[in-house]
């Protein structure tokens, strides 16, 4: 006997016969002998609608707190439909709404991006999940919605209900979190533009992370913070009406919620290509690359401008890395010459949640000036940081930054 947490997107909840093929596919479970909390999205584009609505009532600028009851509507209308689809076929469903005394999320106060209160939510949820499960019922909860300390209703952000899957996962201790979309899995690319994108087998949590943080929509980042080690979470399609089917499993766990620094064990060089409109020259770092590739030259990070490309290099191989990228320039009017610099130590800062990477640089560069420590550059992505310093301060950085970081 499995516990399961099994959260149905607003598409496959979109009509009347998905949410009775999806309710179909939980009683089939439930009778294999699991145990199985629902967690359920506003049907189709429902929430948009009701924003539209929200919008053109208020004159573009509701409250937000009268906006977070507004949306809600969405997920408290869906989890009665869903009940309903279960309680036709003969289960036992019980519906856990925000006004009722079997609400487990608990968050903070912000209006429209609350925070949930794990700790909180965890005694409450085993509290009042776990004896219906052992009595054989069905709750169907709300996704998306939390209440706080006053009982409010708040919402958790847009992509809510993939995050209050993920945490119901948590706090039960699930053996499994099945997110059920319109998609045979994770793919490799937008089906929609790349028709051939093949179904991923098995992906990682972090790997998951960096794909949705850049754009990809199965599901929504935030909610990967609380995968708990020893439950698993498969993304499927219950087109067939059958949520054991495959789909993708997400492996591993983030290795922390806060700031992971980390620093090279060796020094890096800088080898730097100078010439003309180097940004508008198609299929030039390309060429770079693989030029460095032929001479086993390792690349760790890389960065551009108008008339230079940077790449980072082992400090054991800049020269190899010059020589190598010289026999291009002398190819190419349009390269004038390349130089290089070694001693440089590579820090990395990745955090979940470094989106507001201006604040982030700003903080960082407080707090290595306020050692004595400068930074050489920075290069950036959506989930981390690179940061160039002095070989010799390097180590001092890390830890100067490990500690700040981190208070």
């Not at 573009?60 to 949306?71: M, T």
């Not at 004595?372 to 290069?379: A, C, D, R, T, Y």
Request: aromatic share 4%; charged share 25%; net charge negative.
């Amino acid at each position: 006997m499995l516990l399961k947490v099994v959260k149905f997107g607003g598409s496959s909840v979109a009509s009347g016969e998905k949410v009775a093929r999806a309710a179909k596919a939980i009683v089939q479970d439930v009778k294999r002998g699991n145990r199985i909390v629902v967690v359920v999205s506003a049907m189709g584009d429902s929430t948009n609608r009701l924003l539209t609505i929200a919008n053109g009532a208020c004159g573009g600028s509701p409250a937000p707190e009268d906006l977070d009851e507004i949306l809600a509507m969405g997920e408290r209308i869906s989890i009665r439909m869903f009940a309903a689809a279960l309680r036709s076929l003969g289960a036992e469903p019980v519906l856990v709404d925000p006004q009722t005394s079997l609400w487990p999320v608990i968050t903070d106060s912000t209006p429209g991006s609350a925070k949930p209160d794990l700790a909180k939510t965890a005694v409450r949820a085993r509290e009042t999940m776990l004896p219906l499960l052992e009595e054989g019922k069905i709750p169907v909860v709300a996704g998306f919605i939390g209440i706080d300390g006053a009982n409010r209703i708040t919402t958790i952000g847009r992509g809510g209900g993939d995050t209050s899957a993920s945490l119901m996962g948590n706090v039960l201790h699930a053996d499994e979190v099945v997110i059920v979309t319109d998609v045979d899995g994770i793919l490799s690319a937008d089906p929609r533009e790349i028709p051939d994108a093949r179904i991923l087998n098995c992906i990682t949590v972090q790997e998951l992370w960096d794909l949705a943080v850049n754009g990809a929509g199965v599901m929504h980042h935030l909610s990967l913070r609380y995968k708990r080690k020893g439950t698993v979470i498969r993304v499927v399609n219950n087109e067939k009406g059958d949520i054991m089917t495959k789909g993708t499993e997400i492996t591993g766990e983030l290795e922390s919620v806060g700031f992971l620094v980390g620093l090279g064990k060796e020094p890096k060089a800088a080898v730097t290509v100078v010439g003309d409109q180097m940004d508008q020259r198609r299929g030039l770092l390309y060429r770079f690359s693989r030029q460095l590739s032929e001479a086993d030259v390792t690349i760790y990070s890389i960065s551009a401008s108008t008339y230079s490309i940077t790449f980072y290099v082992d400090e054991k191989m800049e020269r190899t890395a010059v020589a190598s990228l010289h026999e291009l320039v002398v190819e190419d009017d349009k390269l004038k010459a390349v130089t290089s610099r070694g001693g440089i130590g590579l820090i990395t800062v990745a955090a979940q949640g470094l989106q507001d990477k201006a604040s982030m640089l700003s903080r960082i560069g407080t707090l290595l000036e306020e050692q004595g420590h400068q930074l050489i550059g920075v290069n950036t992505s959506t989930a981390e940081l690179t940061l160039l310093v002095e070989w010799e301060d390097a180590e001092a950085c890390r830890d100067v930054l490990h500690s700040g970081l981190a208070s």
